[in-house]
């Protein structure tokens, strides 16, 4: 008996649906790619319970031939390549010829399809297998429209992996938001069991406005437009799109867009262009917005990488990576150079409102402190500066052999105000204090019960994109946990009316955001450890604290990693300083 068999088609389709469909989005991606690619102008979605149980999805392109219609359930078939050379050139979005039929072997599936010069159409129905159970004609508009119920029905291992669906559908409102990014002239709706969630107008010449529809107002302003240099300076790189400006960072990656040739990918390169133009204003953990188009010659960028199109490799990286950066550079530094620079008050006009308020003498001077600017501190503390209150044992810096859980320590300094440096029993150990914090607080957080939470006067109103609304509500139980009580005003909008005690009203409106970005917690742990991080707990310049933290460490070992398995702190013995500088 041979033990090599050729597999059937239903199983080599399901083994392509597992690459191609992994959730209700990528099925909704995959569709609406060929609405786009099929030249239509409007496209209208209709999900019902995030996608899991009915997905519809109608457009008004050039529909298909009876044969054709056939011939797309097919595996590899395809009208948009014909040869290799075809490959290097790919100007549609799909490609493969694999969507259809991979679709149509793990739901229950129903194509109905018609072009302009035909009088009548033709209905297919699949169940399970993308053989037609019937091919029949069919009376409908110019165009087609795809039903796809109980997506892996068949196949029940997949079908548990899905999320619930709020967070399902929260995944195919983001997907339609980038394709309505790349595509202005496109129309796009969207329904989620019979409520609008985006009704998206062709808008060729207002992007911003559309921009905020699909990433909301609040996002949409602060904007600034990147034009394409018309000079060509990059080479045949060429860059435009939208870019927060320096002041606004975010928690996640998630209001990051990058477009190549008009497809939504995800390419480590040019995301490290886009940091290292931001650099300047970024603070370690943070992340720009920016909404990025990239042109490149079709025969200097393969498309034929992953399964589901979001990875390209470039031909010439450096080249895309150097246009990115310096088309974020001209961007930021002019709008930089437009803020202008802050001006202090005059003396006199310091004098005159002092004279008006006629407060007392010490109060004057505690005023006017108030607006003399630190002094930089220094990169290093000196190491007496830092013993002195500390309590430390002073050790001699040759011949210590003490155990480092249990033995005395000799501060060195602080570096970059985060890092503690010590001599330890023959090792440089160094602690970074501000993980350490978080990590102390975590702890406290899963250790102390719920949060102390604060009423607002006055609701703190976020407008959100569309794809994280209605995550609100179905999430309550988690914003709770954090202290977030949230209502919904409707139209993407939302209401903060309590939130964590420790924090400021902006910084609320900035963990609601992150939380609701983030997948959704599997248990009461994850969300309180976001809400440690949202504290930003910040390492005083006071060398008790820092001698507290270092030593809390020893004592704790939970507090010797992250929650994401990061060490808080990192030694090398002499030996191993002395390998660094031998030849």
């Known amino acids: 008996m041979n033990r090599v068999v050729r597999l059937s088609d239903d199983v080599v389709n399901q083994i392509a649906a597992g690459e191609a469909v992994e959730r209700p989005a990528s099925v909704v991606k995959e569709l609406v790619e060929n609405a786009i690619d099929a030249e239509a102008r409007h496209v209208r979605v209709e999900v019902e319970q995030g996608g899991l149980v009915r997905i519809l999805v109608l457009d008004d392109g050039v529909g298909m031939s009876r044969e054709d219609a056939v011939a797309a359930l097919e595996r590899h078939a395809t009208s948009k390549i014909r040869s290799t050379e075809d490959l290097v050139r790919v100007a549609t979005l799909g490609f493969r010829g694999e969507a259809l039929p991979s679709i149509a072997s793990v739901s229950r599936f129903v194509l109905v399809t018609k072009t302009r010069d035909r009088l009548e159409g033709t209905r297919i129905r699949a169940e399970g297998t ?112 939208w870019a927060a400006e320096p002041g606004h960072h975010e928690r996640t990656a998630r209001s990051i867009y990058v477009f190549v040739n008009g497809r939504y990918v995800r390419d480590r390169n040019v995301l490290h262009a886009l940091h290292e133009a931001y650099s300047p204003w970024l603070e370690r953990g943070r992340y720009p917005a920016a909404i990025l188009f990239l042109e490149v ?18 031909r010439q990286p450096r080249d895309v990576h150097r246009a990115v950066t310096s088309a974020l550079r001209e961007a930021l530094g002019q709008e930089a150079n437009a803020a202008g620079p802050v001006h202090a008050p005059s003396p006199r006009q310091w004098t005159a409102a002092i004279a008006s308020s006629r407060p007392s003498p010490e109060a004057v001077r505690r005023s006017i402190a108030l607006y003399e600017p630190d002094p930089k501190p220094p990169m290093f503390l000196a190491r007496e500066d830092v013993d002195r209150g500390s309590g430390r044992e002073q050790l001699p810096a040759v011949g210590m052999e003490l155990d480092l859980e249990t033995g005395s320590a000799r501060t060195v300094g602080l ?169």
């Not at 508009?141 to 548990?160: H, I, M, Q």
């Not at 959704?520 to 930003?536: F, G, N, T, V, Y």
């Open 130 to 241: 993308s053989t037609p159970l019937c091919v029949e004609p069919a009376g409908a508009p110019e165009g087609t429209s795809v039903e796809v119920c109980d997506l892996f029905f068949n196949v029940p291992a997949r079908r548990k992996f899905l999320r619930r669906p709020s967070a399902e559908m929260a995944h195919v409102t983001e997907t339609l938001a980038r394709l309505a990014m790349s595509r202005r002239d496109l129309s796009l709706t969207l329904l989620s069991n019979g409520r609008t969630v985006l009704d998206v107008p062709r808008e060729r010449n207002d992007a911003r406005a559309r921009l905020g529809r699909l990433l909301g107002r609040a996002l949409a302003e602060r904007l600034i437009e990147i034009g394409p240099d018309p000079s060509g300076a990059e080479g045949s790189v060429r860059v435009s799109g």
């Open 415 to 583: 570096v970059f105000d985060r890092y503690l440096v010590e001599e330890m029993s023959g090792h440089l150990v160094i602690y970074d204090l501000e993980a350490i914090a978080v990590r102390k607080r975590e702890l406290e957080h899963l250790e102390g019960g719920p949060p102390a939470q604060q009423a607002l006067l006055v609701p703190k109103v976020v407008e959100v994109a569309p794809s994280l609304f209605d995550q609100a509500a179905a999430r309550a139980r988690e914003l709770q946990t954090m202290g977030l009580e949230v209502d919904t005003l409707g139209e993407n909008t939302l209401a903060i009316r309590a939130g964590p005690a420790d924090l400021t009203v902006d910084a609320m409106a900035e963990l609601l955001i992150a939380t609701l970005s983030a997948e959704e917690a599997e248990d009461e742990s994850q969300p309180l450890r976001r809400l440690a991080r949202a504290e930003r707990v910040r390492v005083p310049r006071d060398p008790r604290v820092w001698t507290e933290l270092s030593e809390a460490v020893r004592r704790d070992s939970r507090l010797s990693h992250t929650s994401d398995g990061a060490p808080t702190r990192i030694q090398l013995s002499r030996g191993a300083w002395r390998g660094l500088f031998t030849p």
């Open 297 to 314: 010659p079709k025969e200097d960028v393969d498309v034929n990488v992953h399964p589901q199109k979001t990875e390209v490799r470039f």
